[in-house]
């Protein structure tokens, strides 16, 4: 069956340019015009996808091309867009910025392409005038398979200024302005060390939302932009079959979520309930004790190092998920997780707060971002997520390093041989005993069925099991 699925990339000429507030303008005019949107955000980002979510009243959704492959991307954005009036993509980067120097890899540009959907380049036109039509030249012609359909000129210095820019383009025969944005129109966005700080009502209040929908709607064409999305070719449906594929309820996971422990990817989640998982949030900062029933743990990433005084003075709970750890039941825990995991977490003024100390290493905050990018991860043994060689794909982004080397202790192993994309380089990474797996490694393991239903039947078996 084919079908329309109106939609649109927002990529920027490069990072900076102002393209997150204008994709969140975007879907602030079109949500208040009574348009149901559906959001996406190119690239491993957990951010951005908080203020997408809000913006839109509806998850926002990854869409990596280099962690999950294009038949993944493609079933994932015609199921979750297909109830939409229109949808709305934001990429990362620059529109041709990816995990290779030569290739679109993990590009927005490569996610436009496999979509077929027409982009809006967003664009710091601040000090230029006729220079900006050969910019927007370089990316319309750069790649033939692009549809660059419109241009959004932020940081324009007059409206004679972006009317300026306007005549250049129609000159030479380019896409037209259908946003122009004078300089400090946009409300700022709160920031922190990993970038923007994870929207809520306190950092994202609804009037900063409002806001950045008027400005758009005062200085865009919101109908030709949405006349631009409508036009985009029809897509077929999705070839694979993505219905239930296990027995609801025959795994009970606990998920940590809270102001600490809040990095997950929405379609991870479904995947684990679409295997037969049922999943349960607790909070390690407010519950004082897991819930009952529990047959798995998987603590996310997050920000426990801005929490760390409260989850330390949480005994009951650390108590708790050492308790859990003892009992032999599968423990899942990336990057945050594995911070709440080990025996304590030493911020930068040195201060240092007791963690669960499952994990025999404790961890240490950095001033600067210690590892940036793409991993592909071997398993080296059998493991929560599969045999021997199973092969995950994921990312990293911490400014934390462990203190101490959980090898050391002969109870644990080295979970993956881990080749890092950018670097080129492949090392040892996560650590496991028994049941328990963590690493500084965000995986993407909805994209690998077998790799989930191997996590869930582990789960299911240990309450077989007991």
């Known amino acids: 069956m084919v079908d329309s699925y109106p939609r649109i990339v927002v990529a920027g000429a490069h990072s900076g340019v102002g393209k997150t507030s204008t994709t969140l303008a975007l879907v602030s005019a079109l949500s208040v015009r009574g348009l149901k949107v559906q959001t996406f955000k190119v690239g491993p980002d957990y951010l ?36 939409a009036d229109i949808s709305v993509i934001e990429g990362v980067m620059g529109l041709f910025d990816g995990s290779d120097p030569v290739k679109p890899d993990g590009s927005t540009a490569e996610i436009a392409e496999w979509l077929d959907a027409p982009v809006l380049l967003v664009i ?44 250049a383009f129609k000159a030479y025969g380019l896409p037209g302005i259908v946003v122009a ?34 400005v758009f709607e005062q200085h865009a064409s919101v109908e030709e932009i949405v006349a631009i999305a409508r036009a985009a070719p029809s897509l077929a449906a999705p070839s694979a079959d993505r219905a239930s594929m296990g027995e609801e309820g025959r ?20 995947a684990l309930e679409r295997h037969g998982c049922r999943v349960i949030r607790f909070s390690p900062l407010s519950d004082e004790v897991l819930p009952q029933g529990l047959d798995g ?10 929490f ?4 330390s003075a949480n005994r009951p709970m650390l108590d708790s998920v050492r308790a859990f750890a003892r009992s ?36 240490r905050m950095l001033q600067r971002l210690k590892t940036l990018g793409y991993v592909e991860a071997t398993l080296l043994e059998d493991s929560l997520f599969g045999k021997r060689g199973t092969q995950l794909r994921g990312h990293e982004y911490h400014y934390s390093e462990l203190v101490g080397n959980p090898l050391d202790d002969p109870d644990w192993n080295p979970a993956y041989e881990v080749r890092r994309v950018r670097l080129q380089t492949t090392e040892l990474e996560g650590y496991q005993h028994g049941r328990i797996l963590a690493g500084y490694i965000h995986a993407h393991f909805a994209s690998r069925p077998d790799a989930v239903e191997h996590f869930v039947s582990l789960c299911a078996g240990t309450r077989e099991n007991n």
């Open 124 to 167: 710091n036109v601040h000090g230029m005038a006729r220079t900006a039509a050969a910019l927007v030249k370089g990316y319309s012609e750069f790649d033939g398979n692009l549809n660059v359909a419109g241009i959004a000129a932020n940081h324009c210095g007059s409206d004679r200024h972006a009317q300026w820019l306007g005549e």
């Open 181 to 214: 944005t004078p300089r400090g129109a946009y409300p700022e966005l709160p920031s922190r060390h990993l970038g923007l700080v994870t929207a809520d009502e306190r950092s994202f209040p609804g009037e900063v939302l409002d806001r950045l929908g008027a």
């Open 297 to 306: 743990l998987y603590i996310g990433g997050g920000y426990p190092e801005e």
């Open 48 to 83: 951005d996808p908080s203020y997408l979510q809000i913006a839109s009243g509806r998850p926002c959704y990854n869409l990596d091309g280099w962690m999950t492959g294009r038949e993944y991307i493609y079933d994932l954005f015609v199921r979750k867009a297909k109830d």
């Open 328 to 363: 032999g039941r599968p423990i899942y825990a990336e990057c945050g997780g594995l911070m709440y995991l080990s025996q304590g977490i030493e911020s930068t003024d040195g201060k240092r707060f007791d963690m669960a100390g499952v994990l025999p290493a404790r961890t």
């Open 308 to 311: 760390a005084e409260e989850l």
């Open 251 to 270: 795994a009970i996971l606990g998920v940590a979520f809270d102001s600490a422990f809040h990095f997950y990817y929405p379609d991870n989640i479904e």
